[in-house]
């Protein structure tokens, strides 16, 4: 598959920021990660968006940040880990550029992910689990999934160049 757009989709904790920062190097394109744009927007963290304003709101400024994307080209973009969910946000990114899974066992997740507060959805396990559960769903719906629980990010980048040129 040949595309001038990647988006890194899948559940918190996964590697997102961390795969795009180096898909991108590699691929000599940028990188982007839509929680960070949201955090310099709002002028505050995700979890106080989330504090103050409620995730409805939250997920609003996700959209708008995504659809301020969609222009840019040779771009690696790290999604949050509900802004593939959507239908709405799902159909605008498969529509822009190739999308891949990074896929994650919850065992796995739960080890990098603490409940501390810093990701407001991971605070209370049990919802965190269910959240994992419901959204792979949509995951699955990505243009590509790649396992990566234990493999390395240079691993996961060269597995992504290689499916984007075989």
Known sequence: M??????LVGFMGAGKTSVARALA???????????????????????SIFAKHGEPYFRSVE?????????????????????FVDPQNRGVIKQDGATVWLDVPMQRIIQRVPADGRRPLAADRTEFERLFLLRRAA?????????????????IVEEIVHWLNP
Do not use: F, M
């Open 2 to 7: 040949n595309t001038d757009k990647i988006y």
């Open 25 to 47: 190097r590699r691929l000599g394109w940028r990188a982007i990660d839509i929680d960070e744009l949201i955090e310099q927007r709002e002028r505050q963290s995700v979890a």
């Open 139 to 155: 995951y699955g719906d990505a243009h590509y999934r790649v396992d990566a629980d234990r493999a390395s990010i240079p691993a």
């Open 63 to 83: 959209r708008a940040v995504l659809l301020e994307q969609v222009p840019t080209r040779h771009l690696v973009v790290a999604t949050g880990g509900g802004t």
